[in-house]
């Protein structure tokens, strides 16, 4: 048994670039590994393709999402800062939306049962208080712990093209600040979770499992 992780990775930064394509907009470079498949998709109101959402352009392409799974805000953004968000169906598409900003934060085997791969896609801001780096953490342990291949599309940091603030004292280490980062830290959630697991910095278990590869496919 192995897991993949498949980062379809843009530019650390925005500077002096024409234009950059999302890693959500790469879709004839990933479809391929979503047929035949059950996905679960980690994303929130960012997670666009152009004007579409990710989870309704791929239901249009015949993907199988059968599960959501949702970060602080909540699936669609509506809930406030620091609010625990519990699990829903998604209005939109009746697909069930599991809070990892709820009861848990990182996803369980039960969590994952009848789950095929996985995607990760939400826009990050490039600060180490944001929740979602956090969450991608365990996100990216809960795959390589239970098996499941998973996809990061990536998308630029907007202050990616700087590096500032102290470096996190580990004595004050918690959701909102769980690695020793500056707190401006210049990666792209795709790069940041490749230092995750070349830093070691994963769960023993995680760290454990030495059977996974890191691929990352240029932006177009």
Not at 45 to 65: A, D, P, W, Y
Request: glycine share 8%.
């Amino acid at each position: 048994m192995y897991c993949i992780v498949l980062v379809f990775i843009t530019c650390a930064s925005t500077w002096a670039q024409p234009a950059i394509t999302p890693g959500a907009e790469r879709v004839d470079v990933y479809l391929p590994y979503l047929k035949g498949k059950a996905v679960a998709v980690f994303a929130n109101q960012t997670s666009m393709v152009k004007n579409t959402h990710l989870v309704e352009k791929k239901k249009k392409r015949g993907v199988n999402i059968v599960k959501i799974f949702g970060p602080e805000h909540g699936f669609r953004g509506t809930a406030d800062a620091g609010e625990h968000v519990t699990d829903i169906k998604d209005k939109a598409t009746g697909i069930p939306v599991i809070s990892l900003y709820g009861d848990h934060k990182k996803p369980t085997p039960e969590d994952f049962k009848g789950v095929d791969i996985l995607i990760f896609d939400i826009q990050d801001v490039g600060v180490r208080f944001y929740t979602y780096i956090s969450s991608l953490q365990y996100y990216l342990e809960a795959a390589l712990e239970n098996h499941k291949p998973l996809l990061i599309l990536d998308r630029p940091n907007p202050n990616g093209f700087y590096v500032d603030g102290p470096v996190l004292d580990m004595k004050h280490k918690s959701f909102i600040g769980m690695q020793p980062i500056p707190i401006v830290y210049g990666m792209t959630m795709a790069e940041y979770a490749m230092m995750l697991a070349g830093e070691k910095w994963l769960s023993e278990k995680a760290i454990a499992i030495n059977s996974y590869n890191i691929t990352t496919t240029p932006s177009a």
